[in-house]
Protein backbone atom coordinates (compact mmCIF):
# COMPACT_ATOMS: atom_id res chain seq x y z
CA UNK A 1 0.00 0.00 0.00
CA UNK A 2 1.53 3.10 -0.92
CA UNK A 3 1.95 5.99 1.91
CA UNK A 4 3.51 9.46 1.48
CA UNK A 5 4.45 9.93 5.58
CA UNK A 6 4.76 6.34 7.36
CA UNK A 7 8.37 6.48 6.53
CA UNK A 8 8.93 9.74 7.68
CA UNK A 9 6.67 9.02 11.21
CA UNK A 10 9.01 5.75 11.75
CA UNK A 11 11.75 7.73 11.52
CA UNK A 12 10.04 10.62 14.21
CA UNK A 13 9.23 8.05 16.68
CA UNK A 14 12.48 6.14 16.55
CA UNK A 15 14.36 9.82 17.16
CA UNK A 16 11.60 10.27 19.92
CA UNK A 17 12.56 8.05 22.91
CA UNK A 18 10.90 10.09 25.56
CA UNK A 19 8.80 13.29 25.33
CA UNK A 20 11.22 15.38 25.36
CA UNK A 21 12.63 14.28 22.32
CA UNK A 22 9.28 14.38 20.34
CA UNK A 23 9.26 17.89 21.96
CA UNK A 24 12.70 18.42 20.85
CA UNK A 25 11.98 16.90 17.20
CA UNK A 26 9.09 18.67 16.56
CA UNK A 27 10.77 22.26 17.49
CA UNK A 28 13.06 20.81 14.64
CA UNK A 29 10.27 20.38 12.10
CA UNK A 30 8.81 23.83 13.26
CA UNK A 31 12.42 25.56 12.49
CA UNK A 32 12.97 23.54 9.38
CA UNK A 33 9.89 25.29 8.35
CA UNK A 34 10.52 28.90 9.40
CA UNK A 35 8.48 29.10 12.81
CA UNK A 36 10.74 30.66 15.40
CA UNK A 37 11.18 30.41 19.29
CA UNK A 38 9.28 32.94 21.42
CA UNK A 39 9.98 31.84 25.55
CA UNK A 40 7.57 32.49 28.22
CA UNK A 41 9.60 34.63 30.11
CA UNK A 42 10.13 37.22 27.23
CA UNK A 43 8.23 39.47 26.04
CA UNK A 44 6.32 38.73 22.80
CA UNK A 45 6.99 41.29 20.02
CA UNK A 46 4.69 39.46 16.96
CA UNK A 47 4.31 40.44 13.19
CA UNK A 48 1.27 39.60 11.23
CA UNK A 49 2.22 36.28 9.23
CA UNK A 50 4.67 35.41 11.86
CA UNK A 51 4.58 31.91 12.92
CA UNK A 52 5.91 31.04 16.12
CA UNK A 53 6.24 28.33 19.18
CA UNK A 54 6.57 28.31 22.84
CA UNK A 55 7.90 25.60 24.66
CA UNK A 56 7.14 24.46 28.21
CA UNK A 57 8.83 22.08 30.66
CA UNK A 58 10.78 20.78 27.74
CA UNK A 59 7.59 18.52 27.20
CA UNK A 60 5.06 20.36 25.53
CA UNK A 61 4.88 22.49 22.53
CA UNK A 62 2.43 25.42 21.25
CA UNK A 63 2.58 26.34 17.63
CA UNK A 64 0.95 29.47 16.20
CA UNK A 65 0.95 31.44 12.64
CA UNK A 66 -0.75 34.85 12.76
CA UNK A 67 -2.63 36.04 9.95
CA UNK A 68 -1.69 38.97 7.36
CA UNK A 69 -5.01 40.75 8.53
CA UNK A 70 -7.13 40.91 11.42
CA UNK A 71 -7.78 37.56 12.87
CA UNK A 72 -11.27 35.34 12.24
CA UNK A 73 -11.10 32.99 14.93
CA UNK A 74 -8.51 30.62 16.54
CA UNK A 75 -8.43 27.55 14.27
CA UNK A 76 -6.80 25.04 16.77
CA UNK A 77 -5.43 21.31 17.04
CA UNK A 78 -4.13 19.39 19.86
CA UNK A 79 -2.34 15.80 20.46
CA UNK A 80 -0.32 15.07 23.57
CA UNK A 81 3.89 13.83 23.75
CA UNK A 82 3.90 11.29 26.66
CA UNK A 83 3.16 7.36 26.11
CA UNK A 84 2.48 4.91 28.98
CA UNK A 85 6.35 3.80 30.50
CA UNK A 86 8.23 3.25 33.41
CA UNK A 87 10.15 5.72 35.20
CA UNK A 88 13.07 5.48 37.07
CA UNK A 89 13.12 6.79 40.45
CA UNK A 90 15.30 8.75 42.28
CA UNK A 91 17.88 6.32 44.02
CA UNK A 92 17.65 4.00 40.80
CA UNK A 93 19.41 1.08 41.24
CA UNK A 94 18.48 -2.19 43.65
CA UNK A 95 21.38 -4.47 44.22
CA UNK A 96 19.87 -8.26 44.95
CA UNK A 97 22.28 -11.17 45.17
CA UNK A 98 24.26 -11.88 41.64
CA UNK A 99 21.88 -9.16 40.17
CA UNK A 100 21.46 -5.69 39.91
CA UNK A 101 17.93 -4.30 39.12
CA UNK A 102 16.54 -0.58 38.26
CA UNK A 103 13.87 0.98 40.43
CA UNK A 104 10.93 1.90 38.66
CA UNK A 105 7.33 3.18 38.58
CA UNK A 106 4.57 3.03 36.77
CA UNK A 107 3.62 5.98 34.30
CA UNK A 108 0.03 6.06 33.17
CA UNK A 109 -1.61 2.60 32.37
CA UNK A 110 0.24 0.30 29.92
CA UNK A 111 -0.39 -2.88 29.23
CA UNK A 112 2.47 -3.93 31.53
CA UNK A 113 3.47 -7.80 30.24
CA UNK A 114 4.27 -6.15 26.62
CA UNK A 115 7.57 -4.55 27.88
CA UNK A 116 8.78 -8.29 29.15
CA UNK A 117 11.45 -10.14 27.19
CA UNK A 118 12.19 -7.40 24.76
CA UNK A 119 15.45 -5.34 24.59
CA UNK A 120 14.84 -1.35 26.04
CA UNK A 121 16.87 1.23 27.17
CA UNK A 122 17.09 5.03 29.29
CA UNK A 123 16.02 8.12 27.71
CA UNK A 124 14.92 11.59 29.25
CA UNK A 125 16.67 14.65 30.33
CA UNK A 126 18.93 15.28 33.29
CA UNK A 127 18.90 19.06 35.07
CA UNK A 128 22.41 20.54 35.87
CA UNK A 129 23.66 23.37 37.43
CA UNK A 130 25.92 25.67 35.10
CA UNK A 131 26.81 28.75 37.16
CA UNK A 132 23.94 30.48 39.02
CA UNK A 133 21.71 28.76 36.00
CA UNK A 134 20.05 25.17 35.92
CA UNK A 135 20.38 23.57 32.57
CA UNK A 136 18.80 20.70 30.84
CA UNK A 137 20.30 18.14 28.93
CA UNK A 138 18.26 15.14 26.97
CA UNK A 139 20.26 11.84 27.46
CA UNK A 140 19.50 8.49 25.42
CA UNK A 141 21.40 5.56 26.41
CA UNK A 142 21.39 4.27 22.88
CA UNK A 143 22.09 0.68 23.40
CA UNK A 144 19.76 -3.03 24.18
CA UNK A 145 20.48 -1.97 27.93
CA UNK A 146 17.88 -3.72 30.22
CA UNK A 147 15.69 -6.25 29.78
CA UNK A 148 12.46 -7.47 32.58
CA UNK A 149 12.33 -11.30 32.05
CA UNK A 150 9.48 -13.56 32.59
CA UNK A 151 9.55 -16.20 34.37
CA UNK A 152 9.89 -19.35 33.05
CA UNK A 153 7.04 -21.47 32.67
CA UNK A 154 8.37 -24.26 34.37
CA UNK A 155 8.30 -22.24 37.32
CA UNK A 156 4.94 -20.58 37.06
CA UNK A 157 2.40 -23.17 34.89
CA UNK A 158 -0.54 -21.09 35.48
CA UNK A 159 1.60 -18.22 33.65
CA UNK A 160 -0.94 -18.78 30.38
CA UNK A 161 -3.84 -18.57 32.67
CA UNK A 162 -3.30 -15.43 33.22
CA UNK A 163 -1.18 -12.58 35.10
CA UNK A 164 -1.63 -10.20 37.37
CA UNK A 165 1.72 -8.54 37.56
CA UNK A 166 3.13 -6.30 40.52
CA UNK A 167 4.80 -3.39 39.34
CA UNK A 168 7.44 -3.56 42.66
CA UNK A 169 8.02 -6.69 41.70
CA UNK A 170 7.22 -8.39 37.93
CA UNK A 171 8.47 -5.01 35.90
CA UNK A 172 11.57 -4.25 37.81
CA UNK A 173 14.27 -4.09 34.71
CA UNK A 174 17.43 -6.24 35.23
CA UNK A 175 20.36 -3.52 34.38
CA UNK A 176 23.60 -6.15 35.04
CA UNK A 177 25.45 -8.67 37.19
CA UNK A 178 27.04 -7.31 40.45
CA UNK A 179 29.90 -5.29 38.59
CA UNK A 180 26.78 -2.98 37.41
CA UNK A 181 26.42 -1.89 40.92
CA UNK A 182 27.07 2.18 41.34
CA UNK A 183 27.54 2.56 37.57
CA UNK A 184 23.79 3.71 36.80
CA UNK A 185 24.44 7.13 36.85
CA UNK A 186 28.19 7.22 35.66
CA UNK A 187 26.52 6.21 32.53
CA UNK A 188 23.42 8.96 32.68
CA UNK A 189 26.23 11.30 33.13
CA UNK A 190 28.55 9.42 30.34
CA UNK A 191 25.45 10.51 28.12
CA UNK A 192 24.67 13.87 29.06
CA UNK A 193 28.19 14.78 28.84
CA UNK A 194 28.41 15.73 32.38
CA UNK A 195 29.71 14.73 35.64
CA UNK A 196 28.23 12.68 37.59
CA UNK A 197 28.20 14.82 40.66
CA UNK A 198 27.06 17.62 38.81
CA UNK A 199 23.37 16.12 37.91
CA UNK A 200 20.73 17.54 40.41
CA UNK A 201 17.85 15.96 39.09
CA UNK A 202 16.78 13.55 36.64
CA UNK A 203 13.05 12.60 34.35
CA UNK A 204 14.07 9.22 32.94
CA UNK A 205 12.02 6.62 31.29
CA UNK A 206 12.26 2.92 30.03
CA UNK A 207 12.04 3.15 26.16
CA UNK A 208 11.28 0.11 23.96
CA UNK A 209 14.52 -0.29 21.52
CA UNK A 210 12.35 -2.73 18.69
CA UNK A 211 11.96 -0.40 15.81
CA UNK A 212 8.86 0.58 13.89
CA UNK A 213 7.90 -1.12 10.70
CA UNK A 214 5.72 -1.95 8.11
CA UNK A 215 3.67 -4.97 7.94
CA UNK A 216 0.67 -6.82 6.50
CA UNK A 217 0.19 -8.86 3.16
CA UNK A 218 -0.11 -5.34 1.22
CA UNK A 219 2.19 -3.51 3.58
CA UNK A 220 -1.16 -1.82 5.17
CA UNK A 221 -0.39 -1.61 8.84
CA UNK A 222 2.48 0.17 10.47
CA UNK A 223 3.89 -1.28 13.89
CA UNK A 224 5.53 0.87 16.22
CA UNK A 225 6.02 1.85 19.89
CA UNK A 226 4.62 5.32 20.87
CA UNK A 227 1.71 5.23 18.30
CA UNK A 228 -0.13 6.91 20.69
CA UNK A 229 -0.25 9.44 20.12
CA UNK A 230 3.29 10.36 18.69
CA UNK A 231 1.30 9.55 15.31
CA UNK A 232 -1.11 11.90 15.68
CA UNK A 233 1.15 14.51 17.05
CA UNK A 234 2.98 14.00 13.92
CA UNK A 235 0.07 14.47 11.97
CA UNK A 236 -0.90 17.56 13.16
CA UNK A 237 2.74 19.21 12.68
CA UNK A 238 2.81 18.22 9.35
CA UNK A 239 -1.02 19.83 8.83
CA UNK A 240 0.18 22.83 10.37
CA UNK A 241 3.48 23.61 8.31
CA UNK A 242 2.28 21.85 4.78
CA UNK A 243 -1.31 24.44 5.37
CA UNK A 244 -1.55 27.69 3.46
CA UNK A 245 -2.48 31.03 4.71
CA UNK A 246 -6.02 31.67 6.22
CA UNK A 247 -7.19 34.46 8.28
CA UNK A 248 -7.27 32.54 11.15
CA UNK A 249 -4.92 32.34 14.27
CA UNK A 250 -3.47 28.55 13.64
CA UNK A 251 -2.73 26.30 16.58
CA UNK A 252 -0.91 23.38 17.39
CA UNK A 253 -0.37 22.18 20.78
CA UNK A 254 1.26 18.52 21.48
CA UNK A 255 0.86 18.73 25.63
CA UNK A 256 2.25 16.41 28.19
CA UNK A 257 0.99 14.37 30.80
CA UNK A 258 -2.16 12.97 29.11
CA UNK A 259 -1.44 9.59 29.78
CA UNK A 260 -1.77 10.67 34.11
CA UNK A 261 -4.78 13.11 33.79
CA UNK A 262 -3.20 16.16 32.55
CA UNK A 263 -3.79 18.47 35.35
CA UNK A 264 0.23 19.55 35.27
CA UNK A 265 1.41 22.91 34.80
CA UNK A 266 2.42 21.65 30.60
CA UNK A 267 -0.87 19.67 30.51
CA UNK A 268 -4.15 20.11 28.59
CA UNK A 269 -5.72 21.22 32.05
CA UNK A 270 -2.82 23.68 32.67
CA UNK A 271 -3.16 27.14 31.95
CA UNK A 272 -0.72 27.08 29.22
CA UNK A 273 -3.15 26.80 25.80
CA UNK A 274 -5.25 30.03 27.62
CA UNK A 275 -1.96 32.11 28.70
CA UNK A 276 -0.54 31.40 24.82
CA UNK A 277 -3.65 32.57 23.18
CA UNK A 278 -4.31 35.27 25.29
CA UNK A 279 -0.90 36.52 25.00
CA UNK A 280 -1.13 36.17 21.33
CA UNK A 281 -3.98 39.13 21.54
CA UNK A 282 -2.06 41.13 23.71
CA UNK A 283 0.82 40.92 21.50
CA UNK A 284 -1.61 42.45 18.34
CA UNK A 285 -3.29 44.76 20.44
CA UNK A 286 -6.83 42.68 20.81
CA UNK A 287 -8.99 44.00 23.51
CA UNK A 288 -10.21 41.41 25.58
CA UNK A 289 -13.89 41.79 24.48
CA UNK A 290 -12.25 41.01 20.75
CA UNK A 291 -10.28 37.88 22.24
CA UNK A 292 -13.92 36.48 23.42
CA UNK A 293 -15.21 37.14 19.92
CA UNK A 294 -12.73 35.28 18.42
CA UNK A 295 -12.87 32.13 20.83
CA UNK A 296 -17.08 32.12 19.99
CA UNK A 297 -15.78 31.48 16.43
CA UNK A 298 -13.13 29.59 17.43
CA UNK A 299 -12.60 25.48 17.00
CA UNK A 300 -10.24 22.93 18.44
CA UNK A 301 -9.46 18.67 16.88
CA UNK A 302 -8.93 16.91 19.95
CA UNK A 303 -6.52 14.31 18.21
CA UNK A 304 -5.49 11.06 20.33
CA UNK A 305 -5.49 7.32 18.78
CA UNK A 306 -8.87 5.45 18.87
CA UNK A 307 -9.71 1.56 19.87
CA UNK A 308 -10.08 -0.05 16.06
CA UNK A 309 -12.35 -3.31 16.35
CA UNK A 310 -9.89 -6.26 17.33
CA UNK A 311 -9.10 -9.26 14.73
CA UNK A 312 -9.40 -12.03 17.41
CA UNK A 313 -12.15 -10.44 19.90
CA UNK A 314 -14.34 -8.70 18.03
CA UNK A 315 -17.54 -8.31 20.47
CA UNK A 316 -14.99 -5.69 22.72
CA UNK A 317 -16.78 -3.40 20.12
CA UNK A 318 -19.43 -1.64 19.66
CA UNK A 319 -22.08 -3.09 17.12
CA UNK A 320 -22.06 -0.13 14.54
CA UNK A 321 -19.00 1.72 15.88
CA UNK A 322 -16.61 -0.30 15.65
CA UNK A 323 -13.56 1.62 13.52
CA UNK A 324 -11.21 -0.60 11.45
CA UNK A 325 -7.24 0.36 10.44
CA UNK A 326 -7.37 2.40 6.74
CA UNK A 327 -11.19 3.20 6.71
CA UNK A 328 -10.48 6.90 7.90
CA UNK A 329 -10.45 9.14 10.81
CA UNK A 330 -11.89 8.32 13.74
CA UNK A 331 -14.73 10.84 15.09
CA UNK A 332 -14.81 9.78 18.63
CA UNK A 333 -18.45 10.24 20.60
CA UNK A 334 -19.34 9.42 24.64
CA UNK A 335 -22.39 10.85 26.19
CA UNK A 336 -20.39 10.98 29.84
CA UNK A 337 -18.26 13.61 27.92
CA UNK A 338 -15.07 11.87 28.24
CA UNK A 339 -14.83 12.89 24.60
CA UNK A 340 -15.99 16.49 23.76
CA UNK A 341 -17.58 15.61 20.49
CA UNK A 342 -21.31 16.68 20.09
CA UNK A 343 -23.48 16.84 16.83
CA UNK A 344 -22.12 20.33 15.68
CA UNK A 345 -18.60 19.95 16.26
CA UNK A 346 -18.58 15.93 13.92
CA UNK A 347 -20.78 17.66 11.37
CA UNK A 348 -17.87 20.23 10.93
CA UNK A 349 -14.98 17.78 11.11
CA UNK A 350 -16.73 15.86 8.38
CA UNK A 351 -17.28 18.58 6.10
CA UNK A 352 -13.68 19.26 6.94
CA UNK A 353 -12.65 15.53 5.56
CA UNK A 354 -15.26 15.89 2.58
CA UNK A 355 -13.14 18.92 1.91
CA UNK A 356 -9.89 16.90 1.74
CA UNK A 357 -11.77 14.17 0.07
CA UNK A 358 -10.98 11.84 2.73
CA UNK A 359 -13.10 9.03 4.93
CA UNK A 360 -13.97 9.23 8.30
CA UNK A 361 -15.90 6.68 10.50
CA UNK A 362 -16.80 6.36 14.43
CA UNK A 363 -15.99 5.07 17.77
CA UNK A 364 -18.10 4.49 20.83
CA UNK A 365 -17.44 2.31 23.16
CA UNK A 366 -19.39 -0.76 24.64
CA UNK A 367 -22.22 0.67 26.55
CA UNK A 368 -20.99 -1.29 29.19
CA UNK A 369 -17.45 -0.53 28.96
CA UNK A 370 -15.23 2.38 30.22
CA UNK A 371 -12.77 3.87 27.79
CA UNK A 372 -10.35 6.37 28.23
CA UNK A 373 -10.67 10.30 28.32
CA UNK A 374 -8.60 12.41 26.34
CA UNK A 375 -7.22 16.21 25.78
CA UNK A 376 -10.48 18.08 23.96
CA UNK A 377 -13.35 17.75 27.45
CA UNK A 378 -10.23 18.85 29.40
CA UNK A 379 -8.52 21.54 27.70
CA UNK A 380 -12.28 22.91 27.33
CA UNK A 381 -12.50 23.56 30.91
CA UNK A 382 -9.38 26.45 30.42
CA UNK A 383 -10.49 27.55 26.61
CA UNK A 384 -13.95 26.60 25.92
CA UNK A 385 -14.91 27.06 22.16
CA UNK A 386 -16.61 23.98 19.49
CA UNK A 387 -14.39 20.61 20.10
CA UNK A 388 -14.36 17.38 17.92
CA UNK A 389 -11.92 14.30 19.88
CA UNK A 390 -10.81 12.32 17.03
CA UNK A 391 -8.20 9.75 16.57
CA UNK A 392 -6.80 7.25 14.46
CA UNK A 393 -7.39 3.70 15.09
CA UNK A 394 -5.15 1.26 16.60
CA UNK A 395 -4.59 -2.07 17.73
CA UNK A 396 -2.95 -2.88 21.22
CA UNK A 397 -3.44 0.61 22.67
CA UNK A 398 -0.83 1.30 25.63
CA UNK A 399 1.19 -1.47 24.71
CA UNK A 400 4.93 -1.41 24.24
CA UNK A 401 4.25 -2.36 20.40
CA UNK A 402 1.27 -0.70 18.72
CA UNK A 403 -0.31 -1.48 15.16
CA UNK A 404 -2.35 1.35 13.29
CA UNK A 405 -3.11 1.89 9.35
CA UNK A 406 -0.80 3.32 6.88
CA UNK A 407 -3.76 5.14 4.91
CA UNK A 408 -5.36 6.62 7.73
CA UNK A 409 -1.64 8.61 8.35
CA UNK A 410 -1.74 10.33 5.13
CA UNK A 411 -5.52 10.61 5.23
CA UNK A 412 -4.84 12.99 8.98
CA UNK A 413 -2.19 15.05 7.45
CA UNK A 414 -4.56 15.52 4.83
CA UNK A 415 -7.18 16.34 6.39
CA UNK A 416 -5.22 18.92 8.85
CA UNK A 417 -3.74 20.39 5.87
CA UNK A 418 -6.71 21.62 5.09
CA UNK A 419 -8.40 22.42 8.32
CA UNK A 420 -5.45 24.90 9.27
CA UNK A 421 -6.77 26.36 6.21
CA UNK A 422 -9.89 27.36 7.14
CA UNK A 423 -10.91 30.83 7.82
CA UNK A 424 -13.25 30.09 10.99
CA UNK A 425 -15.80 27.16 11.73
Same mark, same amino acid.
Given at each position: ?????????? &?????????????????????????????????????? &?????????????????IPKNAPSA???????????????KENPEIAS?????????????????????????????????????? +???????? #??????????????????????????????????????????????????? !??????????????????????????????????????????? !????????????????????? +???????????? &???? #??????????????????? #?????????????????????????????????????????????????????????KSVCDKAS !????????????????????????????????????????????????????????????????????
Open positions: MKSTYSKELL &SFIKNSKSCFHAIENIKKMLTDANFCELFEGDKWALTR &SGKYFTVRNDSSIIAFEFIMAAAHSDSPSFKIGAYVKLNTEKYGGMLMSTWLDRPLSVAGRVVVKNGNAF +ETKLIDID #RDLLIIPNVAIHMNRAANDGMAYKANIDTIPLFGDSNANGRFMPLVAKSAG !VKEKDILGHDLFLYCRDSGTIVGYDKEYIASPKLDDLECAFAL !VKGIINSEKSDAIKVCAVFDN +EEVGSETKQGAA &SSYL #RDTLRRITLALNISEEDYQ #RILSKSFLVSADNAHAIHPNHPEYADAGNAPVMNGGIVIKYNANQRYSTDALSAAIF !VKYQSFANRSDMLGGSTLGSISNTMVPVKTVDIGLAQLAMHSAYETAGVRDLDDLVDAMTVYFEENSI
